[in-house]
């Protein structure tokens, strides 16, 4: 289980020994589903490769894209905290290791482990705090502003390492509209003008960020 810089990197000693004996892991293909939208959770699931995206379908049938996830980041928590049905879906973006958490283990570690609980009510307000941002995005900011901002966020999630020079990561186009919030077709039009203005290029769906000084310029025009 990937547990650097993630919520269950609190845990120690026995709780680790539970954890192994009694955690599942899982391949997940590229496109295929976690949990679905609408389901029970019976557990928690933590990315240990791979990368996954949480999302929702629109009352338009459209895809929404509303949080990425990396190696050590775990999903599906809030619906299992608050007993509740998933209100999205969890789907691997490309080939990725999921390990599984049984419910009755999480619930003993928020009530036996402080840095557990604690950690659990960061990332709370941390979700919070960037579905409120994200909200505001959605609604003032231009399409060019946001489609700058998702590859800036692809980025910070996905890059490794610091001091590389530049940064590439392979994503369809739907799945980069699904993030922005617009169209394929937008999406594929302003990448276009991105590449002649030398801030990416591209390769199949591939995209390398070369210049992300003017990424960030263009996505705080109106801040």
Request: aromatic letters at 6%.
């Amino acid at each position: 289980m990937s547990r650097k810089n993630s919520l269950l990197g609190c845990c120690h000693g026995q709780e680790l020994e539970d954890l192994s004996a009694s955690k599942s892991s899982c391949l997940y293909k590229k496109g295929q589903v976690i949990f679905s939208e609408g389901s029970k959770p019976t557990g928690l699931h933590c990315v240990h490769s791979g990368k996954v995206k949480v999302c929702k379908l629109g009352s338009d049938g459209k895809e929404q894209i509303i949080r990425l996830a990396k190696p050590g980041d775990v999903v599906g928590y809030r619906a299992l905290m608050a007993d509740s049905n998933y209100s999205a879906s969890a789907v691997a973006l490309d080939d990725a290791v999921v390990c599984f958490v049984p419910k009755s283990q999480f619930m003993d570690l928020i009530h036996e482990n402080m840095d557990f609980s604690n950690g659990l009510m960061k990332l709370l307000s941390k979700a919070l705090g960037e579905a409120e941002e994200r909200m505001t995005q959605m609604a003032y900011k231009p399409v060019r502003e946001r489609l700058a901002e998702a590859l800036l966020l692809l980025q910070k999630t996905y890059q490794q390492g610091e001091g590389q020079d530049n940064f590439t990561i392979s994503i369809s186009r739907e799945d980069l509209a699904a993030i922005v919030g617009t169209a394929k077709e937008t999406t594929i039009r302003l990448l276009s003008e991105f590449k002649e203005e030398q801030i990416i290029t591209t390769k199949g769906s591939s995209i390398t960020i070369l210049n992300p000084d003017k990424l960030y310029s263009i996505c705080h025009l109106y801040d």
